[in-house]
C-alpha cells in the first residue's frame, strides 16, 4: 500500500509538472492545471485553501487532485497568489482583480470546451470555500460546494502567524484603512447568491469556523431567502476539515453529474 501511494503521490506531481499553466489575466497572471475529459458536459474548479507556509512565502498548492482524479469531469484547479501571497481570490489594492480575472479565465475555459453555466461546478474549502463563493456567485454558476469557508475573511486573518497576516493584509489591502470596505465587499459578494445555483455547504458542528463564520452566513442568506443545503458533521477543529470534507465533495459531484 505505501508503494501504491508512493507511485501515485509521483504521478500527481508529474501531472501537476505537465499540465500546470499561466493565464494572463487583466490585472495578475494566474496558476491553473486544466483536465479536460472529452465526453463530459460539467466543468468542476477547484479552489485552494491556505498551506500553512504563508509567512515563508511558499508556493501555493492545487487542492483536492487525488479526492478528483477518478471522476469523469473537466477539472480546473486555480491557485490563489500574487507573488506567493494568496489574495483570498479577490485581489490586490482593495480591488476584486484576482476574483475578475478568475472568473475570466473560467468563462475562457467554458467557452472553448462548450460548458453550459448550469454544468459549473466550484467547489473549495476553508479560504477555497469562501473563493468558491465568491467566484461561483459572480459566474452564477450551477453549483457551489464550499466546506467552512469564511464568512469575515479579513477577520479570520487576524487568528493567523503574525508574519503571514502582515504579508496578506499588505497584499489585499491597498491602505489599512480599507480592511471594512473590502471585507464588507467581500461579504456582500457572497452573499450576492443567484436563485439558480445551489449552494452545498459543509462544516463540523464543533470547528469555531462554523461557530464564528458559517452560522452568521448562513442566517444572512436566510434573511435575504436564499437557499441552500448543509452537510454539519460531528467533529471538532477546522484540521480535521482536510479529512471530512472530500467525503462530502466527491458524494456531491457524484449525485450532480450521475443525475
Given at each position: 500500500?505505501?508503494?501504491f501511494n508512493k507511485v501515485k503521490q509521483i504521478s500527481i506531481k508529474q501531472l501537476i509538472?505537465?499540465?500546470?499553466?499561466?493565464y494572463?489575466?487583466?490585472?495578475?497572471p494566474i496558476k491553473y492545471m486544466f483536465l479536460p475529459e472529452k465526453n463530459s458536459p460539467y466543468l468542476i474548479v477547484v479552489l485552494s485553501g491556505f498551506n500553512g507556509r504563508e509567512a515563508l512565502k511558499e508556493d501555493a498548492k492545487f487542492n483536492y487532485i487525488k479526492t478528483l482524479i477518478n471522476i469523469k469531469s473537466n477539472k480546473l484547479y486555480i491557485m490563489d497568489e500574487v507573488d506567493n501571497i494568496p489574495t483570498y481570490y479577490y485581489g490586490t489594492k482593495s480591488e476584486p482583480n484576482y476574483l475578475n480575472d478568475s472568473a475570466s479565465l473560467i468563462q475562457e475555459i467554458m467557452s472553448q470546451h462548450n460548458i453550459k453555466r448550469e454544468h459549473l461546478i466550484i467547489a473549495g474549502s476553508s479560504k477555497g470555500g469562501t473563493g468558491a463563493i465568491l467566484i461561483g456567485n459572480a459566474l452564477k454558476?450551477?453549483?457551489?460546494?464550499?466546506?467552512?469557508?469564511?464568512?469575515?475573511?479579513?477577520n479570520y486573518l487576524n487568528e493567523i502567524n503574525e508574519k503571514a497576516r502582515t504579508l496578506i493584509f499588505n497584499n489585499i489591502l491597498k491602505h489599512e484603512d480599507d480592511f471594512e470596505s473590502v471585507q464588507n465587499d467581500m461579504k456582500e459578494k457572497m452573499l450576492n447568491l443567484d436563485e439558480s445555483t445551489k449552494l452545498f455547504l459543509h462544516a463540523g458542528n464543533q470547528d469555531l469556523h462554523y461557530i464564528k463564520h458559517l452560522r452568521p452566513y448562513m442566517s444572512m442568506l436566510t434573511k435575504r431567502k436564499k437557499l441552500y443545503a448543509l452537510d454539519l458533521q460531528h467533529y471538532e477543529g477546522h484540521q480535521n476539515l482536510k479529512y471530512k470534507f472530500p467525503v462530502f465533495l466527491t458524494r456531491i459531484i457524484h449525485e450532480i453529474i450521475s443525475d
Amino acid at each position: 500500500m505505501k508503494l501504491f501511494n508512493k507511485v501515485k503521490q509521483i504521478s500527481i506531481k508529474q501531472l501537476i509538472k505537465e499540465k500546470e499553466n499561466i493565464y494572463q489575466g487583466k490585472q495578475h497572471p494566474i496558476k491553473y492545471m486544466f483536465l479536460p475529459e472529452k465526453n463530459s458536459p460539467y466543468l468542476i474548479v477547484v479552489l485552494s485553501g491556505f498551506n500553512g507556509r504563508e509567512a515563508l512565502k511558499e508556493d501555493a498548492k492545487f487542492n483536492y487532485i487525488k479526492t478528483l482524479i477518478n471522476i469523469k469531469s473537466n477539472k480546473l484547479y486555480i491557485m490563489d497568489e500574487v507573488d506567493n501571497i494568496p489574495t483570498y481570490y479577490y485581489g490586490t489594492k482593495s480591488e476584486p482583480n484576482y476574483l475578475n480575472d478568475s472568473a475570466s479565465l473560467i468563462q475562457e475555459i467554458m467557452s472553448q470546451h462548450n460548458i453550459k453555466r448550469e454544468h459549473l461546478i466550484i467547489a473549495g474549502s476553508s479560504k477555497g470555500g469562501t473563493g468558491a463563493i465568491l467566484i461561483g456567485n459572480a459566474l452564477k454558476a450551477g453549483y457551489i460546494i464550499a466546506g467552512a469557508p469564511q464568512y469575515f475573511p479579513l477577520n479570520y486573518l487576524n487568528e493567523i502567524n503574525e508574519k503571514a497576516r502582515t504579508l496578506i493584509f499588505n497584499n489585499i489591502l491597498k491602505h489599512e484603512d480599507d480592511f471594512e470596505s473590502v471585507q464588507n465587499d467581500m461579504k456582500e459578494k457572497m452573499l450576492n447568491l443567484d436563485e439558480s445555483t445551489k449552494l452545498f455547504l459543509h462544516a463540523g458542528n464543533q470547528d469555531l469556523h462554523y461557530i464564528k463564520h458559517l452560522r452568521p452566513y448562513m442566517s444572512m442568506l436566510t434573511k435575504r431567502k436564499k437557499l441552500y443545503a448543509l452537510d454539519l458533521q460531528h467533529y471538532e477543529g477546522h484540521q480535521n476539515l482536510k479529512y471530512k470534507f472530500p467525503v462530502f465533495l466527491t458524494r456531491i459531484i457524484h449525485e450532480i453529474i450521475s443525475d
